[in-house]
């Protein structure tokens, strides 16, 4: 005996599925989701974006605008101090990511091994990105006073007479390039970290046994497997680099006279001295200099990575 059982499903449910079968079309709430975060990154990055391509065409306070086409830019590239400040920001952008890259690598390795105490280590490393970047700056200001600080005076025991660190023309962009690799070498360190664990062990240890020094494992298989993770460092750091304001700052101020100065100090001084249309244009200009070389450096590292 046997019997019929028939469900009974909602007439508008079966329509709209069969609707959606015959279009091949998809139902539009999933991409619900991405509105809160499209809302965010408008106002956060799009509308500021715009504004500042608009202000940087006028002559502006916070009651009233005037627009004046180009004239910012014109005064801009006129910027006495603006080629030293190029100079500056490219130098320090590339010393900065140049050895990120590198002792995060070697940090990496060092904190991927069978070492005592690993996980602790690690997090030493990590902490100084966590602290504040003025804060790091007054610090290490202190630390490098060239009659009192502490780096001197510890360079003094083994006989080392330490330079003017932040004083003298020739040591100050690169006392505070080596500040900023102190504090941001743990985030380099973290990302390589975590494609160093992601290649698989069997790779090693068929290394190993084919009797691969170390150092021919770390060359022929860490480095071109963790390519992913040294191609985000280059630009973050790259990108932090190019952009890098708050520790010059706080340490030199784009001093002594101007031999520090990188773009952003610049933009400050000139929005600190009420000329707000002029340092809008400079903003500008240091957005599209970031845009022009991270954007081909990013395409080729891409196209490098797909390669191998």
Do not use: C, H
Not at 162 to 177: C, I
Not at 253 to 271: L, N
């Amino acid at each position: 005996m046997t019997t019929d059982t028939t469900l009974a499903v909602p007439a508008g449910r079966v329509l709209r599925s069969g609707t959606a079968k015959r279009t091949g079309g998809k139902s539009p709430y999933p991409y619900w989701f991405y509105l809160p975060a499209a809302l965010i990154y408008a106002t956060l990055f799009l509308v500021p974006t715009f504004a500042s391509f608009f202000f940087s065409f006028t002559r502006w306070n916070l009651t009233e605008f005037t627009w004046i086409g180009v004239d910012n830019f014109v005064q801009f590239f006129s910027e006495p101090a603006l080629l030293k400040g190029l100079t500056n920001t490219f130098i320090y952008g590339v010393v900065t990511s140049s050895l990120k890259v590198i002792l995060g690598m070697l940090l990496a390795v060092l904190l991927t091994s069978q070492i005592i105490a690993r996980g602790y280590l690690r997090s030493v490393i990590f902490f100084p990105v966590l602290l504040s970047s003025i804060g790091v700056g007054i610090v290490f200001t202190v630390l490098m006073d060239p009659s009192k600080g502490m780096i001197n005076d510890a360079l003094a025991l083994v006989g080392i007479e330490g330079p003017k660190w932040l004083t003298d023309p020739a040591w100050a962009l690169l006392s505070v390039a080596f500040v900023d690799v102190w504090k941001g070498v743990g985030l380099a360190t973290v990302i390589f970290i975590a494609g160093i664990v992601s290649i698989p062990a069997e790779y090693f240890e068929a290394a190993k046994m084919d009797g691969a020094s170390s150092f021919k494992s770390f060359w022929s298989i860490t480095v071109p497997l963790a390519r992913p993770a040294t191609a985000t460092v280059i630009i973050l750091s790259l990108i932090g680099g190019l952009r890098s304001f708050d520790l010059i700052w706080a340490m030199t101020k784009g001093g002594p006279g101007f031999t520090s100065d990188v773009i952003a100090s610049v933009i400050y001084k000139q929005y600190q001295a009420g000329f707000y249309g002029l340092s809008t244009a400079g903003n500008v200009v240091l957005f599209l200099i970031v845009t022009a070389i991270i954007v081909p450096l990013s395409m080729f590292l891409n196209r490098k990575e797909v390669e191998a």
